[in-house]
């Protein structure tokens, strides 16, 4: 698990991965055809040999599904890799040539026989060159985050040390907290006592913190969920780390940083190829919607300038991801365009709302600037709706977890909203239901999960008697 190195997923990274993804089936392919060429045969492109390599290719030599794994994975692994993959090739091929009598039969031996002792070379070539690529992008593309442990003991201290001597990692530990004294701890010269752990809430709240490592005994178990709960506030990613020196661990199944087991307690779904996906997914839809209501968006937009004055666009502060500040873009639909330290919710009668701007918040088409935010990165298609920062300033101390729905980027629409959970939250329960929706999307997401919410928003945006 070397996740915690990638604070977001980015545009070019899934490019990237699509082209690992691919890559192998090209080479393979090239090579078939350059030694083809060699011994003066011809090529077929579309022969079902050709169609078989590239399949088996695509299936059974593929990067490691963590992108951020590549910073750290050992060169040598990845060769190793790279051989048993393509000798599982070779032996589905064979197995293939001799039930059909058809694949690579086609070809003379001695094609076969020099494609088979070739490509790989190719490959690890082109595996190791790509890898190469990807670590540096991974390196330079992100800054560093930090991390803090709770627990000083002989594993959170090797688990420092491994964090320091791999800066691939981009993980830098601010010092531990622990409620004996640097002395009794016999602290070593490299490692910072911070704090005891009843300072670690504060501190997090008041110093950036990306990453928190919960190294405390397993006998401490109602100190871990007292942290935990002074946490909920925060968006921090949090870890537990068994302290694996003291407890014999016997098919124990976990993650991993450099060897040191961990076991992720809060973190965001979307994590290695799953980010990338729904990064895909979220500018492919985007791109596809904007350009299919390109003339419903000038329409609107006519409609909202002449309806009253003020901009067409209203923009307003909402936390994003990691609770960020974003700045969310709507048709706008009242007079006025509130965004300070109180803002009024919108109500059934609200008179701040135009003729025009009831229509548009009735049909949730005041929504369709946040294409943009999406394809920004600020926002995706499906995810917790972000609310106005003096809401969550508000609602953050009334509902406990409430600020863990940020650990994914908000969305245009939500489990809550297809659910009911939509307009005024006159009552606090009618928050807390929001609020219970939003991290059980966190807990459930799938692909199929935001298809599921992308339809029945179009099947229920035109009968939602709470949008208003």
Known sequence: MTQPVLAKQSFLIAILAGVQAIMPAIVAVASLYATIVLFGDSFDPSSSAIVIVAVLCLVLVQPPREVSSQITSPRISAVVDVIFRWLL?????????????SPLQVYPR???????????????????????????????????????????????????????????MRLEVSGFFDDRSSERLGMEPDAKLIGSLSDLGTYVKEHRTDVIFLALPIRHLKRVMDLLDDLRDTTASIYFVP???????????????????????????????????????????????????????????????????????????????????????????????????????????????????????????????????????????VGPRPHAVAHNEEYRKLIKGYMVRHKVLPGITGLAQVNGCRGETAELKDMEARVNFDLDYLRHWSPMLDIKIILLTVVRVFRDDKAY
């Open 110 to 168: 001695r094609v076969f026989l020099t494609w088979a002792a070739t490509t790989p070379v190719a490959l690890i070539f082109a595996t190791l060159a790509m890898q190469e690529v990807m670590r540096r992008f991974l390196l330079n593309a992100f800054d560093s985050r930090s991390a803090i442990i709770a627990g000083y003991n002989s594993s959170s201290l090797e688990l420092a040390r491994r964090l320091k001597s791999n800066p691939g």
């Open 89 to 101: 090739i070779l032996a589905v091929l064979l197995a293939i040539g001799y039930v059909t009598k």
């Open 243 to 381: 302290d694996i020196f003291v407890f014999d661990l016997i098919q124990a199944r976990s993650g991993d940083i450099h060897g040191i087991p961990v076991v992720a307690m809060c973190e965001t779904p979307f994590y290695g190829y799953r980010g990338v996906a729904k990064r895909l997914t979220d500018i492919g839809l985007s791109v596809m919607i904007l350009l299919m209501l390109l003339p419903l968006l000038a329409l609107v937009a006519v409609m909202v300038k002449t309806s009253s004055p003020g901009p067409i666009i209203f923009k307003q502060r909402r936390y994003g991801l990691d609770g960020r500040e974003i700045a969310v873009y709507k048709f706008r639909t009242m007079r006025v365009t509130e965004d300070g330290a109180q803002i009024r919710q919108a109500s059934r009668t609200d008179n701040r709302i135009t003729r025009v701007g009831g229509l548009l918040r009735r049909t949730s088409l005041d929504e369709l600037p946040q294409l943009i935010n999406v394809l920004q990165g600020r926002m995706s298609l």
